[in-house]
């Protein structure tokens, strides 16, 4: 009885070292910037050429933009023509307004 109690008492002993041991940081780490920063940083860098971008580019890198609506901008221009302006988006099946103001900050036409 006596050696299940003291074995017992070691077993908790040393997972509690193991939590302790594990769950405290061994180093400090840096301080991640601040979500909204890493958010700018992207948004300015990313410009998307109606003209240019594949379905794939037009997907990842505008908002609200799902494979069939990045599809059908892309099939929109194989059949008329390269844009001439954003706001020919609108011409698109599937893009409204609210659509096309939430991402012109990023569209360009070249």
């Given at each position: ?5 003291v074995?017992?008492?070691?077993f908790a ?16 780490p840096?301080?991640p ?7 700018t ?8 050429n109606?003209n ?7 997907r990842?890198?505008l ?7 990045a599809?059908?901008?892309v ?7 390269p ?10 099946k599937g ?8 991402n ?7």
């Amino acid at each position: 009885m006596y050696n299940t109690y003291v074995s017992s008492l070691f077993f908790a002993f040393l997972t509690s070292i193991s939590v302790a041991a594990t769950a405290a940081p061994s180093a400090k780490p840096e301080a991640p910037s601040p979500i909204s920063v890493q958010m700018t940083q992207t948004e300015q860098s990313t410009k998307v050429n109606l003209n240019a971008a594949d379905s794939e580019t037009l997907r990842r890198d505008l908002f609200g933009i799902g494979a069939s609506k990045a599809k059908a901008i892309v099939a929109y221009r194989e059949s008329n023509g390269p844009f001439t302006a954003v706001d020919e988006l609108l011409e698109v099946k599937g893009i409204g307004k609210a659509l096309l103001e939430k991402n012109r900050d990023r569209l360009v036409i070249n």
